[in-house]
């Protein structure tokens, strides 16, 4: 009888155990559909959203350009006018991605100065952008960047730096400060940054992605690339547009001077962040183990030949970016150094060539043809309408720095330049040009509010362990010491050195 009764309950219980197991399965399906409903109705939203930006930026554009055009413009003129406006738009709200905007700009005016009443520039000349000098500048830096990737010389850079600077943890985040500014002196800050961030990866997966130690590394990383930038015209397209601009106006500036522009505002933003890091940060970690970065890496005979074929070019590269002036090299006649022989080494290949960031490519020759177009176009008329107009030169560099900043922070630095730049070169006298061009340029390397203000931020917010407050830190130097610095760095050179009269 009790064997019966022990059978029953056991039988009941099982059903018990089946009915809540059954309950429990429902209760995850209802979830898991109820998440990927949400999920959907978010995707959904989201596109809905941004085809209502991109169509209200378009009817913006269309009424702007209605509005803002005199009646002496040519059919040229107001579409140049049009693609203008609607860029800028596009660029702010993120409707379409940023090279997204690029190829439209290229297409647009391919199609619209085809035979058109006005048009002073041909489909040749603007598509021809792509084979523009800053472009291959830029796929130079990437050649070297990956072939440095290849090699792990990104790696050993990080065991030497860990050699050098040891485990104190504020001297090592200075030691991560200056090894990604010197990357960013010969490769672009965005490669820097990916670079970087790899090689730091294991010692912040040891310390834990909440740890002070694992921020302070991880802020300091796009913030050093960032402001490094500045000393470099290949580290950043900023740069490269405005030199552009610059020289098409009579001003040539060369990689070593644009070298001591840069270096001063980047040094002192570089030290006053890492102190700044160091007081928020790293002043709480006791100390910390670097006892991984003593294991050798696994390389072959072949992988060390490759690597020192990667280090001869890099110097070889760098010392002609620098004395390229006085052996009549130009920049990007450097460039091609890597380009071509990495892969004639084996050390890039044609599946490497695929992964490089083409997008960036694709956004700066969109933002060169808007300037070829503004330039040719639209320079012209307002030149002649704002003749004779005195401007205070102090007051202007002053206006296009906030804009530059405050721009850089809400859409791509390269696409702010663009803009700034251009408009700056309507608007300004040659004699004010140059010192408030520069600024601009510098200037492109403040924005750091935003996790999307520049390609570094958003590489290291992409590890999902920094929140938006984390950029403040970086944001706030950049908005505010970095402005005022670069401002009295220009003006300083302009009055009380030979700096301007050499370019």
Partial sequence: MHLKVVILTVKCLNMEFDYFDKIRKIRTGIRFYSELLIEASWNVWNIKTRVGIFFFSLVAALLGT???SPDVFTEAQRYTMFILIFSILLWATEAIPPFAVGIMIIGFLVYTMGNMQGATISPQEISATWSDSVIWIFLGGFFLSEGMRKTNLDLSLFKKTISVFGSNPNTLVLGIIIVTSVLSLIISNTATAAMVLASVMPLID????????????????????????????????????????????????????????????????????WYAVVRKYTSKVKGLDVSFANKALDMT????????????????TVLMWMLGSRLHIPTAGAAMVPIMFLPMLGIITAEDVRRLPWDTLMLVAGGLSLGMAIKELLAPYYSQFLAGMEFNMIVMMII?????????????????ATIVINIAAIVLPPDQLLPVGLVVGLCSSCGLFLPVSTPPNAIVFGTGMLKQKDFVLGG????????????????????????????
Avoid: C
Wanted: positive net charge.
């Fill in 66 to 68: 209605y509005f803002l």
């Fill in 206 to 273: 040891r310390e834990g992605k909440d740890s002070h130690m694992s921020k302070a590394i991880l802020i300091s990383i796009p913030a050093a690339a960032t402001f490094a930038g500045m000393m470099s015209m290949v580290s950043t397209p900023p740069n490269l547009i405005v030199v552009n601009v610059l020289k098409s106006k009579g001003f040539d500036v060369t990689f070593s001077q644009w070298l001591l522009l840069g270096f001063i505002p980047a040094v002192v933003l570089l030290g006053g962040f």
């Fill in 400 to 416: 296009f720095a906030v804009v530059t900043v405050l721009f850089s922070n809400i859409m791509s630095s390269t696409a702010t």
């Fill in 301 to 316: 005979n072949n992988m060390r030949l490759q690597r020192l074929a990667v280090i001869v070019i890099l110097v070889v």
């Fill in 476 to 503: 706030l130097f950049g908005a505010i010491l970095g402005t005022t610095i670069i401002i009295l760095w220009v003006l300083f050179l302009q009055h009380f050195t030979g700096f301007f009269e050499a370019i």
